[in-house]
T-cell receptor, first 113, second 114 residues
Framework: DAKTTQPPSMDCAEGRAANLPCNHSTISGNEYVYWYRQIHSQGPQYIIHGLKNNETNEMASLIITEDRKSSTLILPHATLRDTAVYYCIVRVELKVRANNLFFGTGTRLTVIP | DSGVTQTPKHLITATGQRVTLRCSPRSGDLSVYWYQQSLDQGLQFLIQYYNGEERAKGNILERFSAQQFPDLHSELNLSSLELGDSALYFC?????????????FGQGTRLTVV
């Protein structure tokens, strides 16, 4: 699985968009980008994933650059409840023995009132 | 609520002891994964079971073992406990044998070894 690099921490004002970057310059063509978050010692929560097209769901948007070497998770209107550690993970989907997610250190997002 | 249930929520025990952590996956999920999260190590994959059989091993110590039962619940056994085993232990489940698309995590068991 490709290594990811994320800033250790970020702040965002409540109600504003939170843009969380992730670098994955060694990503392979068949590796997906996943985002999970962990709210203060709770179990990690899936947010979104994508391969090369931008993706959007009810929680967030995922923007992947054309060369796929980096991506940005966007929380359009951050709330205090979005304060959490956000993990960017790249992995091969449906690879037989790639049976788990490798979590790095993530970005600690603090939403400020 | 992810649908994954872990018990107990908190566990305090002494060094050298043995404990068992339990995980009930979401209804219909056949795969169970165990992760350890300590302050200085982040989330570390330990082991995975699929439909009762061990599927993959990560950084699991020999003092630790796990199994998945016919009703698909799983237990993680930790023995000869050391202070460094103090951590949050998470269980996750997914339908498929690979953790694709979405994995659901439980709320964890906080183990404190004193």
């Amino acid at each position: 699985d490709a290594k990811t690099t994320q800033p250790p921490s970020m702040d965002c004002a409540e109600g504003r968009a939170a843009n969380l970057p992730c670098n994955h310059s060694t990503i392979s063509g068949n590796e997906y980008v996943y985002w999970y978050r962990q709210i203060h010692s709770q179990g990690p929560q899936y947010i979104i994933h994508g391969l090369k097209n931008n993706e959007t769901n009810e929680m967030a948007s995922l923007i992947i650059t054309e060369d796929r070497k980096s991506s940005t998770l966007i929380l359009p209107h951050a709330t205090l409840r979005d304060t959490a550690v956000y993990y960017c993970i790249v992995r091969v989907e449906l690879k037989v023995r790639a049976n788990n997610l490798f979590f790095g250190t993530g970005t600690r997002l603090t939403v400020i009132p | 609520d992810s649908g994954v249930t872990q018990t107990p929520k908190h566990l305090i025990t002494a060094t050298g002891q043995r404990v068992t952590l339990r995980c009930s996956p979401r209804s219909g999920d056949l795969s169970v994964y165990w992760y350890q999260q300590s302050l200085d190590q982040g989330l570390q994959f330990l082991i995975q079971y699929y439909n009762g059989e061990e599927r993959a091993k990560g950084n699991i110590l020999e003092r630790f073992s796990a199994q998945q039962f016919p009703d698909l619940h799983s237990e993680l056994n930790l023995s000869s406990l050391e202070l460094g085993d103090s951590a949050l232990y998470f269980c996750a489940s997914s339908v498929a044998p690979v953790m694709n698309t979405e994995a659901f995590f439980g709320q964890g068991t906080r183990l404190t070894v004193v």
